[in-house]
């Protein structure tokens, strides 16, 4: 039954049963007239409210949602619009970066005897929506297809590592390996232009550990299904946040991971990597110096210097050495932390609205649901019984549409907000190479604004975010209906 | 599925602006709908029998009730439907009355709108599933926090009821504040009197274990099986050897100990027994006044306690107690009156609260009943009494009306013609407040037989005039003139607030408060001794500024909901809460770690670790279930599925 | 700490001795104050009745030059200027009041005006009462004072802040480190009748009756005040006051500074003391201080 | 002599516009990006398009990543809410189409499906009502790359298998060589300069590709050596330490042909319901998960065993050839870079290191 065109615009709201349901009766009750585009949907606590129903309400179709629970401290289960206050907000910054312009959704207090001012809300609000208009469909822009800018300059000088000392690293991890049941570290890939994570259960094993520019993958993403067996893990900066994120989680147990770390100079963006390499078939030789690499193919030189060929991450990274590791080999390098924006988030940044919808609608098109992102990410630790493929319960279809492809990824940046500790690997995993990056990285900033700066992954003790609350929330305020 | 929808027409509240047969018309299209009809009056006994009919005929497996507000009649369309063999919990409501026929006379619109609640309240019917209730056992017991006159008779009904009663008094005797009454109005029956024999029955009641000068310390559990830590004070006396005997009290040097019980008006010794009926009438040392424990020399009552009572190094205990339900009775203490400079701040002794003066009336008091100045001792003639100190005040946060005062006034100043004939007492008073059964008659009678001059005005300033008198000054607002009256005492009719403490309690009781510490009932008209949380009473004052009578009934009303929640064996728990769906859960703890009611705990299951819902705890927020990423716990009859289906009916693009 | 000082309108007429007496304390104390170059009238009580607009562009120029010399505090004796110099910096908080402000002056104002207090409050404030106490010569020990403050000085709370509005207490822990006992004056903040004096003459009569009245039940030595008005009120009107009470008063009215003046040991002549109507003899002879010259129409000869 | 045709790079396009007169062509356009992709989509007049491999096959053609089946609705009778109507329709839908410029591995994938689809006991009618309705041409490769291997498994550079026209780049166009009787009409209607003479330089271009390759091994008992190492629990953990257990490898493959079933949609909408088929993942644990719970391959050892041996020894079982045409896609677009040559070669060698 589609809304009176013309007349009506769709505005889904979901109220608090306890509150704002009833303050809507109030105003019912008083008679207060209402225009009849809003369709409310009771749920028991605004802390119910998963901020995903509303961006699928957003992303199928609703012009506007309204959501409204009992003023915080009021809240007939105590806490649960203290959660929500937390999420929504996130929520509201966050979806701008998607195209969709954030106007469009609103979240307020409203108590069981405000019925004047559920008047007044749900008037402001669906004024605010006609104004706006309908919301533009993700079919309908024309697929935008930009790319981002990766000429940057790092916070601290790039290189590929040469100066430290990996055969102290080898023999400290080998003085370990009795007592553990391995130790994840790189090893060469299937040509000496790359490497794959090494799992050292033998000495031989750790001599094939090899540490430099090449060492992409994040081994803290095979932590969790080792949880509660003693491991050791090599890490970079970045994977070292990882493995204090599930640390923060609690989803490895810190007495069981033996972390070994050397001061980091900054990984290559093998994308770029492959595609200055192009077509060869063997691989004759890489040679390293302190700037980068060169690497012979197929008999032809191609030079590939860190400052030019770094993955974005490392250009802005403040912590290239572990924030915590059991045995540190070399001198951590300090970086003084300067002005930096992610390379995609620039570029999202960048556009406007409507360009931002149809460059998701260009980039989403070609995702076939693999869920490289998903696997790589070591945060996923509900991968193999993700929603994204579920029918309890069942959020997307297996249809082949853009918009359900574009709604897993607001799904996986949503169950990363205030835990994404921006190592990168979603987007390197990605076969056909889309930018998803930029919606963690959003998310990320949001969280960092609302939250005095909080970054996750650097403090084991710090409570993520999203699974705590204030009662006085210094930077989250109650938006006036004007 | 086989579902029927009813459109109710609810007289012309909803067919005014809604077209009830178009939308039982569109309804028939619905998926699943078998049956669709408009009914006048739904809620009315012909229209859910309409229901049971159309249940049984057509052999319905879910109803839809399109009328007004759920919180309204869906428990009553619940029994409906529940009646029919149906279960309670396949059955949803769409509000067309408060949300659309009341607030829009946009015929089209409406009924357009209407005809939409009614499609997302069958789409989430059609992914609801029967709930069945849980029993479990209740521990027949009640916790009774605080002994004033409101605990008590709840505690003496509950005993009476047969049920096993746990009452906790913070004070060193039960009684509260009626305790330090002189007298009641309106029939100025004495308090000790009508109040004695019902605390003799609390002590001598076999049901009722008295905890006195202890406090509730930490409640954890849930209603059925509340875990209370009760923490009993150091009385440094054994109250088991204690007789009452008072030869303490005579002996104990330290005479200069302020005497709560009587409102600090006279001095009293280190250890004492509050008032003659005192219950239990055993002696308590003051730890602050008595020589022996601050300068480690004295125990001469020690030396004279004929049963060696006395204990000095007695610790306080903690002693746990399990219960059922909790009654709250915590009562009220006076505001701190201070604040008003302009009446001395407290600097001048002539100048008492309205309590102070009950105990100077009172025969069990300091003076012995002979109403005496503190400054000087001697028997006052001009009286002067204000209202509304600290009540009706909005510049010092007290808006609200404390609402006994203008009665114990009058009364006072009755009692005061008795107690000194050729006194004169004055009133000054916003408006009399004596709304209860013949209380504007007792009001007369102080004005018409006792002379009590009553002046309509706020008193600005009371300051002495230097030669022992205080200078009233205020203004006669019927004459329109400044009034001075130059009075011996001033008696402050104080404003009342919640017991000290009161916040900190709430939280330990899982209910909410208002901003001046007054306890959230359930519903202010109509369940005015519960609260939001199950198995937590209110009683008295505590609830909100109400008189004795009013303090008693709600005693009993609290009573009468604990014998309600007793009558049966078992309880049963609302179904709609949280469960785990082991398959999917893999620990990740994010749920436990959000849960307002720790109600989710870690089980072990074939070596892998799982969370797991403590069903008598949770009460159904669902914040697990939006927090859990693999939507592995889902709340019932609210699961991500059901809310799904109507927002995918809305939003179809 | 750089403090400018603004006198007042009275300083310079009826309330001279104020104004000696007030130089003479601070001057003893080592207060540096520089007079505000160019300062006008404040406006008193009728402007801001006129026009609030204008009224608060004249204590705003004050406030303003005063910031052009650097000052971080403005000190003031006479309650009027103060409540005038606070209520005008409180609306320039508005921004289309100071939009206002800024038209009418020649220039706008500076950014940050400093605060206006009393003389009273600079003292306390900059001395605490050990300082003031190292500073007696002569304790005022033996004298019993009132101290009475007006209604103007504490009211309104929010933008006086000179601590209970009911019952300030400034005067009093600044006469006990002079050695003076004080009383708990109870109308320390009731209304002397101010500006009434002239249109009703028997009402301010009576108000002051009943101050000085109280006073003299209380069996103080003197009044203490801080307001040239209620000064005038409580000295000058002494008699009309006993005739409309029925009472005959002889209450010497001195001010704060006065007292504090006798007890740095300072001349009498240097406070003004031959001013007062009532005469301090009575209470100098208490302090065994040579007697100021009674009102003999020889003036006020050294 | 197989008709030949020749054009020139310029005259592409043109040729494009020909062929999707009457058919929807499919062509590899680039994906701009910092990690460039290319992908096949529908061509249309103007679009650019390129010849390099295609980073996702043309599987899509014949097996797209979600089909409908059946769609269905149900028709309420408004007098008689009870009885419902239910329309159904499962006529397949396909559609002329003409993948351009797919690679000789690409191409050979059409053949490994066919066998399942069409010469199985039943034929799939969707798949076959693609399949007859689609022509091939392929471009044949003139170097090697690191990751392809095609030669291993019985294919190569120019291996005609599964294409209808073979596409060679000489130095100054290309010459289309007809492969297929559908392959020939096709050239013959395309109205191209015959390459008739061009044809030995063709075959000599083609010899020289195979010349840029790396031996290969000698595979020819790989399937006896994995079906043995199928009991060897711990050979595999070792060999997918590192893998993630995502899709890219199977969604990638030009020959993974496994599918899932689900109904999605609302009988009674007036869209109506349908019930899809998409492509499955046998690496993801959903795969074998039981309503249970129970999962016969819990542990993603077994998942890859499963895979790789399906590939390289029971589908030979079956259909007595490898399904893995060697594209090495499964590689290049690992996130961890994990090698199936790697582990076939581990699982030949494991014996002879026993020995």
Same mark, same amino acid.
């Given at each position: $039954?589609?809304?009176?065109?013309?007349?009506?615009?769709?505005?889904?709201?979901?109220?608090?049963?306890?509150?704002?349901?009833?303050?809507?009766?109030?105003?019912?009750?008083?008679?207060?007239?209402?225009?009849? /585009?809003?369709?409310?949907?009771?749920?028991?606590?605004?802390?119910?409210?998963? =901020?995903?129903?509303?961006? &699928?309400?957003?992303?199928?179709?609703?012009?506007?949602?309204?959501?409204?629970?009992?003023?915080?401290?009021?809240?007939?289960?105590?806490?649960?619009?203290?959660?929500?206050?937390?999420?929504?907000?996130?929520?509201?910054?966050?979806?701008?970066?998607?195209?969709?312009?954030?106007?469009?959704?609103?979240?307020?207090?409203?108590?069981?005897?405000?019925?004047?001012?559920?008047?007044?809300?749900?008037?402001?609000?669906?004024?605010?929506?006609?104004?706006?208009?309908?919301?533009? &469909?993700?079919?309908? =822009?024309?697929?935008?297809?930009?790319?981002?800018?990766?000429?940057?300059?790092?916070?601290? =000088?790039?290189?590929?590592?040469?100066?430290?000392?990996?055969? !102290?690293?080898?023999?400290?991890?080998?003085?370990?390996?009795? !007592?553990?049941?391995?130790?994840?570290?790189?090893?060469?890939?299937?040509?000496?232009?790359?490497?794959?994570?090494?799992?050292?259960?033998?000495?031989?094993?750790?001599?094939?550990?090899?540490?430099? =520019?090449?060492?992409?993958?994040?081994?803290?993403?095979?932590?969790?299904?080792?949880?509660?067996?003693?491991?050791?893990?090599?890490?970079?900066?970045?994977?070292?946040?990882?493995?204090?994120?599930?640390?923060?989680?609690?989803?490895?147990?810190?007495?069981?991971?033996?972390?070994?770390? $050397?001061?980091?100079?900054?990984?290559? /963006?093998?994308?770029?990597?492959?595609?200055?390499?192009g077509r060869y078939t063997t691989i004759d030789k890489v040679e390293y110096d302190e700037a980068g690499v060169t690497i012979t193919a197929d008999g032809k030189e191609h030079r590939f210097c860190m400052n030019d060929y770094a993955q974005g991450k490392c250009y802005g990274c403040t912590m290239p050495t572990a924030v915590i590791s059991d045995t540190l080999i070399g001198t951590p390098t300090e970086v003084k932390p300067g002005p930096y924006t992610p390379p995609e988030l620039a570029l999202l940044d960048s556009m406007s609205l409507d360009e931002r919808l149809a460059f998701w609608r260009g980039q989403m098109e070609r995702c076939i649901r693999c869920y490289a992102c998903r696997n790589a990410c070591p945060m996923c630790v509900c991968r193999d019984y993700c929603i994204a493929e579920s029918r309890e319960p069942h959020w997307i279809s297996q249809d082949d549409s853009t918009r359900d492809k574009l709604f897993f990824q607001t799904i996986h940046a949503m169950h990363l907000a205030g835990r994404c500790t921006g190592c990168g690997e979603c987007q390197r995993a990605c076969p056909v190479g889309i930018p998803i990056l930029a919606l963690r990285q959003q998310i990320a900033r949001a969280v960092g604004q609302l939250f005095d700066g909080y970054k996750s992954g650097v403090d084991p003790e710090a409570v993520p975010p999203l699974l705590g609350y204030e009662v006085e929330e210094k930077n989250i305020h109650e938006r006036e209906w004007k | 599925m086989r579902i029927g929808v009813f459109i109710c027409h609810c007289g012309s509240n909803i067919a005014g602006t809604v077209d009830c047969a178009k939308v039982a018309e569109n309804a028939r299209m619905f998926p699943d709908v078998v049956l669709a009809q408009d009914i006048m009056y739904t809620c009315a006994e012909p229209g859910q029998a309409a229901i049971e009919a159309a249940i049984h005929e057509h052999k319905l497996d879910g109803v839809v009730v399109a009328?007004?507000?759920?919180?309204?009649?869906?428990?009553?369309?619940?029994?409906?439907?529940?009646?029919?063999?149906?279960?309670?919990?396949?059955?949803?409501?769409?509000?067309?009355?408060?949300?659309?026929?009341?607030?829009?006379?946009?015929?089209?619109?409406?009924?357009?709108?209407?005809?939409?609640?009614?499609?997302?309240?069958?789409?989430?019917?059609?992914?609801?599933?029967?709930?069945?209730?849980?029993?479990?056992?209740?521990?027949?017991?009640?916790?009774?926090?605080?002994?004033?006159?409101?605990?008590?008779?709840?505690?003496?009904?509950?005993?009476?009821?047969?049920?096993?009663v746990v009452l906790v008094e913070r004070e060193a005797t039960i009684g509260g504040k009626m305790a330090k009454l002189d007298k009641t109005f309106p029939t100025v029956d004495c308090s000790a009197c009508i109040l004695g024999p019902k605390m003799v029955d609390v002590a001598q009641h076999p049901n009722i274990t008295l905890y006195a000068k202890s406090e509730v310390e930490d409640i954890s559990g849930y209603v059925g099986n509340f875990s209370i830590k009760i923490r009993k004070r150091a009385t440094y006396v054994d109250w088991d050897k204690c007789t009452g005997c008072g030869a303490c009290t005579e002996k104990c040097p330290a005479k200069k100990t302020p005497d709560a019980f009587n409102e600090?008006?006279?001095?009293?010794?280190?250890?004492? @027994?509050?008032?003659?009926?005192?219950?239990?009438?055993?002696?308590?040392?003051?730890?602050?006044?008595?020589?022996?424990?601050?300068?480690?020399?004295?125990?001469?009552?020690?030396?004279?306690?004929?049963?060696?009572?006395?204990?000095?190094?007695?610790?306080?205990?903690?002693?746990?107690?399990?219960?059922?339900?909790?009654?709250?009775?915590?009562?009220?203490? %006076? *505001?701190?009156?201070?604040?008003?400079?302009?009446?001395?701040?407290?600097?001048?002794?002539?100048?008492?609260?309205? %309590?102070?003066?009950?105990?100077?009336?009172? +025969?069990?008091?300091?003076?012995?009943?002979?109403?005496?100045?503190?400054?000087?001792?001697?028997?006052?003639?001009?009286?002067?009494?204000?209202?509304?100190?600290?009540?009706?005040?909005?510049? @010092?946060?007290?808006?609200?009306?404390?609402?006994?005062?203008?009665?114990?006034?009058?009364?006072? +100043?009755?009692?005061?013609?008795?107690?000194?004939?050729?006194?004169?007492?004055?009133?000054?008073? *916003?408006?009399?407040?004596?709304?209860?059964?013949?209380?504007?008659?007792?009001?007369?009678?102080?004005?018409?037989?006792?002379?009590?001059?009553?002046?309509?005005?706020?008193?600005?300033? @009371?300051?002495?005039?230097?030669?022992?008198?205080?200078?009233?000054?205020?203004?006669?607002?019927?004459?329109?003139?400044?009034?001075?009256?130059?009075?011996?005492?001033?008696?402050? +009719?104080?404003?009342?607030?919640?017991?000290?403490?009161?916040?900190?309690?709430?939280?330990?009781?899982?209910?909410?408060?208002?901003?001046?510490?007054?306890?959230?009932?359930?519903?202010?008209?109509?369940?005015?001794?519960?609260?939001?949380?199950?198995?937590?009473?209110?009683?008295?004052?505590?609830?909100?500024?109400?008189?004795?009578?009013?303090?008693?009934?709600?005693?009993?009303?609290? +009573?009468?909901?604990?014998?309600?929640?007793?009558?049966?064996?078992? %309880?049963?728990?609302?179904?709609?809460?949280?469960?785990?769906?082991?398959?999917?859960?893999?620990?990740?703890?994010?749920? @436990?770690?959000?849960?307002?009611?720790?109600?989710?705990?870690?089980?072990?299951?074939?070596?892998?670790?799982?969370?797991?819902?403590?069903?008598?705890?949770?009460?159904?927020?669902?914040?697990?279930?939006?927090?859990?990423?693999?939507?592995?716990?889902?709340?019932?009859?609210?699961?991500?599925?059901?809310?799904?289906?109507?927002?995918?009916?809305?939003?179809?693009? | 700490m750089k403090i400018a000082y603004y006198p007042g309108c009275s300083a310079t007429g009826s309330s001279a001795d104020y104004e000696k007496s007030t130089q003479a304390v601070c001057a003893a104390l080592g207060m540096q104050m520089e007079e505000i170059r160019g300062w006008s009238c404040c406006g008193s009580t009728p402007a801001h009745a006129v026009d609030t607009q204008l009224s608060g562009a004249l204590s705003a120029r004050n406030l303003d030059l005063a910031a052009r010399q650097k000052a971080d505090m403005v000190l003031t004796p006479c309650p009027s200027c103060l409540s005038n110099l606070r209520h005008a910096a409180k609306r320039l908080e508005n921004p289309e009041f100071r939009a206002g402000v800024n038209e009418l002056l020649d220039e706008p104002l500076s950014e940050k005006l400093p605060e206006a207090l009393s003389v009273m409050q600079g003292i306390a404030r900059a001395y605490d009462t050990d300082a003031i106490a190292a500073r007696v010569r002569k304790p005022l020990a033996g004298l019993k004072l009132a101290a009475y403050y007006g209604c103007l000085m504490s009211r309104p709370h929010e933008v006086m802040d000179f601590g209970d509005p009911e019952n300030p207490t400034l005067m009093e822990s600044l006469l006990t480190a002079c050695g003076a006992e004080m009383v708990d004056f109870p109308l320390k903040t009731e209304c002397c009748g101010a500006s009434y004096g002239i249109p009703e003459r028997a009402m301010t009569a009576r108000l002051t009756g009943r101050i000085l009245h109280l006073a003299t039940m209380l069996g103080v030595d003197a009044v203490v005040v801080a307001c040239p008005l209620c000064q005038m009120n409580l000295d000058l009107r002494q008699q009309q006051a006993a005739k409309e009470a029925g009472v005959a008063f002889s209450m010497p009215v001195l001010y704060y500074t006065q007292l504090m003046g006798i007890a740095f040991g300072l001349a009498p002549s240097a406070l003004g003391l031959d001013k007062l109507c009532v005469s301090a003899d009575s209470l100098l002879r208490k302090l065994d201080q040579p007697a100021a010259y009674s009102k003999a129409p020889e003036g006020d000869k050294a | 002599m197989s008709i030949t045709r020749f054009v020139k790079p310029e005259g592409l396009p043109a040729f494009l516009a020909h062929l999707s007169k009457e058919a929807r062509v499919l062509a590899p356009v680039v994906?701009?990006?910092?990690?460039?992709?290319?992908?096949?989509?529908?061509?249309?007049?103007?679009?650019?398009?390129?010849?390099?491999?295609?980073?996702?096959?043309?599987?899509?053609?014949?097996?797209?990543?979600?089909?409908?089946?059946?769609?269905?609705?149900?028709?309420?009778?408004?007098?008689?809410?009870?009885?419902?109507?239910?329309?159904?329709?499962?006529?397949?839908?396909?559609?002329?189409?003409?993948?351009?410029?797919?690679?000789?591995?690409?191409?050979?994938?059409?053949?490994?499906?066919?066998?399942?689809?069409?010469?199985?006991?039943?034929?799939?009618?969707?798949?076959?009502?693609?399949?007859?309705?689609?022509?091939?041409?392929?471009?044949?490769?003139?170097?090697?790359?690191?990751?392809?291997?095609?030669?291993?498994?019985?294919?190569?550079?120019?291996?005609?298998?599964?294409?209808?026209?073979?596409?060679?780049?000489?130095?100054?166009?290309?010459?289309?060589?007809?492969?297929?009787?559908?392959?020939?009409?096709?050239?013959?209607?395309?109205?191209?300069?015959?390459?008739?003479?061009?044809?030995?330089?063709?075959?000599?271009?083609?010899?020289?590709?195979?010349?840029?390759?790396?031996?290969?091994?000698?595979?020819?008992?790989?399937?006896?050596?994995?079906?043995?190492?199928?009991?060897?629990?711990?050979?595999?953990?070792?060999?997918?330490?590192?893998?993630?257990?995502?899709?890219?490898?199977?969604?990638?493959?030009?020959?993974?042909?496994?599918?899932?079933?689900?109904?999605? #949609?609302?009988?009674?909408?007036?869209?109506? #319901?349908?019930?899809?088929?998409?492509?499955?993942?046998?690496?993801?644990p959903l795969f074998t998960r039981e309503a249970s719970g129970h999962n016969t391959r819990m542990e993603k050892a077994l998942r890859m065993r499963n895979r790789v041996s399906h590939k390289f020894s029971t589908y030979p079982e079956n259909w007595g050839t490898f399904s893995c045409n060697g594209c090495g896609r499964c590689i290049s677009n690992c996130p961890v870079s994990l090698d199936i040559r790697q582990i076939v070669l581990d699982a030949i060698n494991a014996d002879k290191a026993a020995k």
């Open positions: $039954m589609p809304v009176l065109n013309g007349k009506e615009l769709r505005i889904v709201g979901f109220l608090c049963n306890w509150c704002s349901y009833g303050g809507a009766d109030t105003a019912g009750t008083a008679r207060a007239g209402q225009p009849t /585009d809003l369709r409310i949907i009771r749920v028991p606590c605004s802390g119910r409210i998963d =901020p995903l129903f509303i961006v &699928k309400a957003l992303l199928n179709g609703a012009d506007g949602v309204l959501v409204s629970g009992c003023h915080p401290r009021d809240c007939h289960y105590a806490a649960g619009n203290f959660y929500a206050r937390r999420r929504l907000e996130v929520l509201k910054q966050f979806l701008p970066v998607l195209g969709i312009d954030d106007r469009r959704f609103e979240y307020t207090w409203v108590s069981a005897s405000e019925g004047q001012r559920w008047q007044h809300v749900v008037q402001t609000f669906t004024k605010r929506i006609h104004d706006l208009g309908p919301a533009p &469909k993700l079919e309908d =822009p024309e697929p935008l297809l930009k790319v981002v800018d990766m000429a940057l300059t790092s916070l601290r =000088p790039l290189g590929t590592g040469q100066k430290n000392k990996l055969d !102290e690293l080898k023999a400290a991890i080998k003085a370990k390996l009795p !007592e553990l049941e391995l130790v994840i570290g790189w090893q060469q890939g299937y040509d000496a232009a790359r490497t794959v994570p090494l799992f050292m259960r033998t000495p031989e094993d750790v001599d094939k550990l090899v540490w430099g =520019p090449f060492n992409v993958n994040n081994p803290a993403v095979y932590l969790p299904q080792y949880k509660g067996k003693k491991v050791g893990i090599v890490v970079k900066g970045c994977d070292a946040k990882s493995v204090v994120e599930l640390l923060q989680e609690n989803l490895i147990n810190r007495e069981d991971v033996t972390i070994f770390a $050397m001061p980091c100079e900054g990984t290559l /963006d093998m994308a770029r990597v492959n595609q200055e390499l | 009328s007004c507000s759920p919180r309204i009649h869906e428990p009553t369309f619940r029994r409906t439907v529940e009646r029919a063999g149906l279960n309670r919990y396949m059955f949803e409501m769409a509000n067309i009355r408060e949300h659309v026929s009341w607030i829009g006379k946009d015929k089209e619109a409406n009924t357009n709108k209407a005809t939409e609640l009614v499609q997302i309240a069958v789409a989430k019917l059609r992914n609801d599933k029967p709930l069945k209730a849980k029993s479990f056992d209740v521990n027949k017991r009640v916790l009774i926090i605080g002994a004033g006159v409101a605990g008590i008779q709840a505690a003496l009904d509950c005993a009476e009821g047969g049920i096993q600090l008006v006279g001095p009293t010794t280190a250890i004492n @027994i509050a008032f003659p009926q005192a219950i239990p009438k055993k002696a308590v040392i003051n730890p602050e006044y008595c020589r022996q424990l601050t300068k480690g020399k004295c125990g001469v009552c020690a030396k004279v306690c004929p049963t060696g009572a006395i204990n000095y190094e007695q610790q306080d205990e903690v002693i746990t107690e399990e219960v059922g339900c909790i009654v709250a009775a915590t009562g009220y203490d %006076l *505001m701190d009156w201070t604040v008003y400079e302009e009446y001395g701040g407290g600097r001048y002794p002539d100048v008492v609260t309205s %309590l102070q003066y009950e105990r100077l009336l009172s +025969a069990s008091g300091p003076t012995e009943g002979h109403i005496k100045r503190p400054s000087d001792g001697k028997e006052p003639k001009n009286i002067v009494f204000i209202q509304c100190v600290g009540s009706r005040d909005r510049s @010092i946060g007290r808006p609200y009306c404390s609402g006994f005062c203008c009665m114990y006034t009058a009364k006072q +100043a009755i009692l005061t013609k008795d107690h000194i004939p050729d006194s004169k007492s004055y009133v000054f008073y *916003m408006d009399i407040r004596a709304n209860g059964k013949i209380y504007d008659e007792f009001t007369r009678r102080a004005m018409e037989e006792y002379g009590t001059e009553y002046i309509r005005g706020r008193v600005s300033k @009371i300051y002495p005039d230097g030669e022992g008198h205080l200078i009233v000054r205020g203004v006669d607002t019927l004459l329109g003139e400044g009034v001075e009256v130059k009075a011996d005492l001033v008696v402050l +009719a104080v404003g009342v607030e919640a017991a000290k403490g009161s916040p900190h309690l709430a939280e330990k009781l899982r209910i909410s408060y208002d901003s001046y510490g007054f306890f959230l009932e359930s519903h202010v008209k109509l369940k005015p001794v519960e609260t939001n949380t199950a198995g937590v009473y209110l009683a008295g004052v505590c609830q909100g500024v109400k008189d004795i009578p009013a303090s008693v009934a709600q005693g009993s009303a609290a +009573a009468a909901k604990v014998l309600g929640l007793f009558s049966r064996d078992k %309880l049963e728990n609302d179904p709609q809460i949280a469960s785990v769906d082991m398959k999917r859960c893999v620990d990740c703890g994010k749920c @436990i770690r959000c849960c307002p009611f720790g109600a989710i705990k870690e089980v072990e299951f074939r070596g892998k670790m799982y969370a797991q819902v403590i069903e008598t705890v949770c009460q159904g927020c669902g914040l697990c279930t939006s927090t859990c990423p693999q939507g592995a716990i889902q709340l019932s009859h609210a699961t991500d599925n059901q809310i799904l289906a109507e927002v995918n009916t809305l939003c179809q693009c | - | 994906k701009p990006a910092d990690k460039r992709s290319v992908v096949f989509e529908p061509w249309k007049e103007g679009k650019e398009f390129t010849l390099e491999k295609a980073t996702v096959p043309a599987k899509a053609a014949v097996l797209p990543q979600c089909e409908t089946l059946v769609s269905y609705r149900k028709v309420k009778d408004p007098a008689n809410p009870q009885n419902v109507k239910l329309e159904l329709d499962d006529t397949p839908q396909a559609e002329t189409t003409v993948v351009f410029a797919a690679r000789p591995c690409d191409a050979r994938g059409y053949a490994t499906l066919d066998r399942p689809y069409l010469q199985g006991p039943i034929a799939d009618p969707y798949y076959k009502a693609r399949r007859e309705k689609l022509t091939v041409i392929t471009l044949t490769c003139n170097s090697g790359c690191n990751t392809c291997f095609c030669h291993w498994v019985g294919g190569g550079p120019s291996s005609p298998e599964g294409s209808d026209i073979l596409m060679t780049e000489l130095k100054d166009g290309y010459i289309l060589q007809g492969i297929t009787p559908r392959g020939d009409a096709l050239l013959e209607g395309s109205g191209l300069d015959d390459g008739a003479d061009r044809f030995k330089e063709m075959e000599d271009v083609r010899k020289a590709a195979w010349g840029t390759l790396v031996k290969a091994p000698n595979l020819k008992d790989a399937q006896a050596r994995v079906a043995a190492k199928f009991t060897d629990v711990d050979f595999w953990t070792r060999e997918t330490d590192r893998c993630l257990s995502c899709g890219a490898c199977t969604y990638f493959c030009p020959t993974c042909y496994c599918f899932n079933i689900t109904d999605e #949609g609302e009988a009674t909408s007036e869209k109506g #319901g349908r019930r899809l088929r998409s492509w499955d993942n046998c690496m993801s």
